[in-house]
């Protein structure tokens, strides 16, 4: 499976962005889809993550309420609608699929497709 992710910008505190994951290539109707984030000298994070089915959905805590990740399973698109946006937000975001999952996992070693990363900053 190939993705590609779009969105990312520079905004101000308290700004929306919403980021785009174009998702091809073969059948993930089991698959399970994530955003994480990697800011400067720190590790890779989760942040969202939802089963393709769209009937459950993950998110880190402190995007709880911020944050909104869903998908358009007729255009192979997932999305992450960011709102409210902080100066600690500030990352390259990436999306992930994990092809065989039962359930969302945080685990960045069990998504084994990733898309190009987006550069969010955000500015206070």
């Known amino acids: 499976v190939q993705l590609q992710a779009s969105g990312g910008g520079s905004v101000r505190a308290g700004d929306s962005l919403r980021l785009s994951c174009a998702v091809s290539g073969r059948a993930f109707s089991r698959s399970v889809m994530a955003w994480f984030r990697q800011a400067p000298g720190k590790e890779r994070e989760f942040v969202a993550g939802?089963?393709?089915?769209?009937?459950?959905?993950l998110y880190r805590d402190s995007v709880k309420g911020r944050f909104t990740i869903s998908r358009d399973s007729d255009k192979n698109m997932v999305f992450l609608q960011m709102n409210n946006l902080k100066p600690e937000d500030t990352a390259v975001y990436s999306c992930a699929a994990d092809l065989a999952a039962r359930f969302i996992t945080r685990t960045v070693d069990a998504y084994t497709s990733w898309g190009q990363g987006t550069q969010v900053t955000v500015s206070s």
């Open positions: 939802i089963r393709w089915s769209g009937d459950t959905s």
